[in-house]
């Protein structure tokens, strides 16, 4: 089993910065994807940021140029730097890793970390 644990969010008003991170913590063996979705009340769950292995990284259009995802192989974490935030940034943003142990992958998903920006 793998258990992550995420912290950094709150309140920010808009322009204003947050830094999230999300640990690993278990019995690992692998880590492959690390990322970072968000939901917003009434939209459906959709993808942020993800960062390969390789350090390789996807974004979102909406946050393109605003956010930056990163990773320490070291410390199994991940982290999501989000600068010049908006209102519509606000969600609860969730951390995912693809966990592989014997061959098989599995994504485990984070509590999610409540992030809100005031205008």
């Known amino acids: 089993q793998v258990q992550l644990v995420e912290s950094g969010g709150g309140l920010v008003q808009a322009g204003g910065s947050l830094r999230l991170s999300c640990a690993a913590s278990g019995s690992i063996f692998r880590i492959h994807a690390m990322g970072w979705y968000r939901q917003a009340p009434g939209k459906q769950r959709e993808l942020v940021a993800a960062?390969?292995?390789?350090?390789?990284?996807n974004y979102a259009d909406s946050v393109k140029g605003r956010f930056t995802i990163s990773r320490d192989n070291a410390k199994n974490t991940v982290y999501l730097q989000m600068n010049s935030l908006k209102p519509e940034d606000t969600a609860v943003y969730y951390c995912?890793?693809?966990?592989?142990?014997?061959?098989?992958?599995?994504?485990?998903w984070g509590q999610g970390t409540q992030v809100t920006v005031s205008s």
């Open positions: 995912n890793v693809d966990h592989e142990q014997w061959l098989h992958t599995t994504a485990y």
């Open positions: 960062i390969t292995s390789g350090g390789s990284t």
